[in-house]
Every structure is written in structure tokens, then in C-alpha cells.
């Protein structure tokens, strides 16, 4: 199988590890670091993210598109635990969809498909 994976920047690779693994339920494939700098690969399920600190030499504030069978579950399960600013909505383009950002200020754009009401 051919996966295309988003690298992702990070400040601190502990606080992503905190957010990713404890708050947003992924759960560490690789990681090396020395508890502040690092790469780690997380993975949830198919969905997976490389979490690169410092990707010194890349742009910032990414943005990774997770396509998921139910956004409304997904926020349900996350907002409990991480501050998302908008509940999830149907676009005129055919998904729903909402945004969570990580603690460096990167988007996770969870979509799925359109809710049946």
C-alpha cells in the first residue's frame, strides 16, 4: 500500500506528544527525541502524522486534512478534552466539517460526510 503522510511542525515534541496522544486519542508509532526537540509519528487508526520540532527550514502553521466517516463523533470525542472554536457544519461542497488547532498553531480539518437531517 502507498500512504502519503503530512509532516507537521512543532514547538515542543512532548507538548504535541501530550496533545496528539493523551488529548486527541493517536498513539505513538516512532519517536526519537530528547524531550523537547524531535520527530515522532503518531497514528490513529488509518489516519497517520509525522510531528517534526523544531522542521527548522519549513513553512508553519500547517494544515492536515483527516477524512473520517463521522465528524460529529469526532468532535464530540474531542471536545471534551481541546478547546475547538466552531461545532461541526455541513459545506455547500458536500462534507461537514470542523477545525481543531494543535499547540503550535497547526489546523487538523477533520472531514466527513454530510450529516442526513
Known amino acids: 500500500m502507498e500512504l502519503a503522510v503530512p509532516v507537521i511542525p512543532a514547538d515542543d515534541i512532548s507538548i504535541a506528544k501530550q496533545f496528539y496522544v493523551d488529548k ?3 498513539r505513538v508509532t516512532f519517536e526519537q527525541s530528547d524531550g ?3 520527530i515522532m509519528g503518531v497514528q490513529r487508526g488509518s489516519i497517520e502524522i509525522v510531528i517534526d520540532a523544531p522542521m527548522s527550514g519549513h513553512g508553519r502553521q500547517a494544515c492536515v ?3 473520517v466517516n463521522d465528524a460529529d463523533a469526532y ?3 474531542w471536545c471534551a478534552r481541546v ?3 466552531a461545532p ?3 459545506e455547500y461542497w458536500g462534507a ?3 477545525s481543531v488547532h494543535d499547540p503550535s498553531d497547526n489546523t487538523i480539518f477533520v472531514v466527513g460526510p454530510q450529516s442526513a437531517a
Open 36 to 38: 523537547k526537540t524531535g
Open 75 to 77: 468532535y464530540r470525542e
Open 88 to 90: 461541526p457544519r455541513d
Open 24 to 26: 486527541l486519542g493517536f
Open 83 to 85: 478547546d475547538i472554536k
Open 96 to 98: 461537514r466539517t470542523f
Open 65 to 67: 486534512s483527516l477524512r
